[in-house]
């Protein structure tokens, strides 16, 4: 059974960080492509972060570029996504989601952003940033 199941989420000050897992069971996580979205309370689901296959590509959206970074350890089937300083706009329950590729190194941008080509998503964590 393909599961993904995120962790890591709570309520943080601004400016503070968290870090999200992301662990995957039932399939190899090496032939999937991670992406990782957010949505807020009454927001669409919006694209955050992106990593190929192989790790060595990562893809992010302008909101939270130079403050997140998604890395994976394949050997653990885990999916990372390390938020520093929070904003109170980042606010949101976080998802990760699996798409299978052929493409080992490298990601499409514009196929990462786009939540229908991911077949497989956890069930989602919360993160709340707030005074």
């Known amino acids: 059974q393909v599961q993904l199941v995120e962790s890591g989420g709570g309520l943080v000050q601004p400016g503070g960080s968290l870090r999200l897992s992301c662990a995957a069971s039932g399939f190899t996580l090496d032939y999937y492509a991670i992406g990782w979205f957010r949505q807020a309370p009454g927001k669409e689901r919006e694209f955050v972060a992106a990593?190929?296959?192989?790790?060595?590509?990562?893809y992010y959206a302008d909101s939270v570029k130079g403050r997140f970074t998604v890395s994976r350890d394949n050997a653990k089937s885990t999916v990372y996504l390390h938020m520093n300083s929070l904003k109170p706009e980042d606010t949101a329950n976080y998802y990760c989601?699996?798409?299978?590729?052929?493409?080992?190194?490298?990601?499409?941008?514009?196929?990462?952003?786009?939540?229908?080509?991911?077949?497989?998503w956890g069930q989602g964590t919360q993160v709340t940033v707030s005074s």
């Open positions: 989601a699996a798409r299978m590729t052929d493409t080992l190194y490298t990601i499409s941008r514009p196929i990462s952003r786009d939540a229908s080509g991911y077949t497989d």
């Open positions: 990593i190929s296959r192989s790790g060595s590509s990562t």
